[in-house]
């Protein structure tokens, strides 16, 4: 096996060529702009219980709200990021980002269940958003600087994911839960604003003037062409079920008695999450220096051993702080080395490539946090850990498998 097999070595893009790289302001900036809006799926995991009491969802079923935003999310990766390789992915990101804010509207007045989730799948049809950004850095990065752009702006994507959480609860203590989502959407319509203005114009994209079925059908061909697609899926489908078991059902056992934690103490768990992801902004760094399957394989076991932190929720709260920094630790490591691998092995389908593996990733989600709640109230927290102990122990089960046939020799990494 040779470093080829690993770095995955590409064909030159014109972003490659040029060697003007993504400065660190536009890196920050994407990082930012992921953030916003990846934190429009998440803000409803520690409010809902406070919706289900304002709009008169069983709590068996409230699991649905998680379920229909990662639904729509997953339609969106299917049919809008392919389109970054078609269309220019600077209007395709303001607009969407500025449809997000119609949305949010939806969602934050929303008068009846229906309207709820049919708010919440537009919501998650849009955010998306993300994956365009995240494949449209990396083809702006350099290719022996691509792993590390990935990492920065892959790192908001998860802070925005974790902060979702206690900017939720805060929000939520001042105004209630529909103040959450009428502030992101100024937000939102802010962004695109900013963005339409300082986004470079890219060149010429890999499919263009080729029709959209032609679009889509090239991005299932991949699955079929890029073994590396297909196993970082599967990763992609176990790791954020894993993270979705926790953070969905978390916010019942603490606002029930006898702990009776506000919405902010619980946002807090987030704070602690993003301390783990803050840790992890070097997997893109540690993938371009060929070590990607290290990183998954410690990554995973460090996943698997939150759960027996986290499964002392009624010992300590601060061994599940513990759990929570360890858990998204791991996940904000196996993603980000996913996303450079399959980028680097196909730097020309860059928008379809992460499209293609986000669908796991959002199918895994949705799973994950319907399974969660329906454990919750068929075995309570230990249910919970059990089942997230499982979903790592998988993960960790398909590495050992795959991982023997694709790991690169000793001396194979390069030098920055």
């Known amino acids: 096996m040779t470093c080829h097999d690993v770095t995955a070595a590409e064909p030159k893009t014109a972003e490659t060529m040029s ?11 994407f990082a930012l702009a992921c953030g916003l809006s990846v934190a429009n799926v998440y803000f409803a995991q520690p409010l809902l219980d406070a919706m289900a009491d304002d709009l008169g969802i069983a709590p068996a079923a409230i699991g649905l709200v998680v379920t229909f935003t990662q639904i729509g999310y997953a339609f969106g990766l299917v049919l809008i990021v392919p389109l970054g390789d078609l269309r220019d992915r600077r209007r ?33 049809v ?16 350099t290719s022996e600087g691509r792993g590390r752009a990935i990492g920065i702006v892959t790192s908001g ?8 959480r206690f900017a939720a609860g805060a929000l939520a203590d001042l105004g209630g839960w529909r103040t959450v989502y009428l ?28 029709s959209y079925l032609a679009l889509l059908r090239s991005t299932a061909a991949l699955f079929v062409e890029e ?28 606002s029930a008695p006898p702990l009776s934690l506000s919405h902010t103490t619980i946002g807090l768990l987030g704070v602690a999450g993003f301390a783990g992801a803050l840790g992890a902004r070097n997997a893109g760094r540690l993938a371009d220096l060929g070590w990607a399957q290290r990183t998954t394989g410690l990554s995973l076991v460090l996943m698997l051993a939150a759960w027996a932190a986290i499964a002392c929720l009624h010992t300590s709260l601060w061994f599940v702080v513990a759990g929570v920094i360890m858990l998204d630790l791991g996940l904000q490591a196996v993603h980000v080395t996913s996303q450079s691998l399959i980028v680097a092995a196909r730097p020309d389908a860059a928008s379809r490539m992460v499209g293609g593996y986000m669908v796991f990733y959002s199918i895994g989600s949705a799973v994950g946090g319907l399974a969660s709640t329906m454990t919750y109230a068929a075995a309570g927290w230990t249910g919970v850990c059990i089942l997230g102990a499982g979903l790592s122990a998988s993960a960790l089960l398909v590495w050992v ?16």
Request: glycine share 10%; net charge positive.
């Open 19 to 29: 060697g003007r790289g993504l400065s660190p302001p536009m890196a920050l900036l």
């Open 92 to 124: 395709l990101i303001a607009g969407q980002i500025a449809l997000s804010a119609v949305g949010l509207v939806i969602v934050g007045t929303a008068s009846h269940a229906a309207v709820l989730l049919a708010g919440l799948t537009l919501v998650g």
């Open 126 to 141: 849009l955010a998306v958003v993300v994956q365009v950004l995240v494949a449209y850095a990396a083809t702006l990065a």
């Open 157 to 164: 994507v998860v802070g925005g994911i974790l902060l979702a």
């Open 183 to 210: 502030v992101s959407a100024g937000l939102m319509l802010a962004m695109a604003v900013l963005l339409l203005r300082v986004l470079p114009r890219g060149p010429k994209t890999a499919m263009a003037g080729s």
């Open 227 to 254: 073994p590396i697609l297909r196993e970082r899926a599967l990763f992609a489908f176990l790791i954020f079920a894993d993270l979705n078991v926790f953070w969905t059902s978390i916010v019942l056992p603490l």
């Open 401 to 416: 498998i795959t991982a023997s046939r694709i790991e690169a020799p000793a001396g194979c990494a390069s030098t920055p």
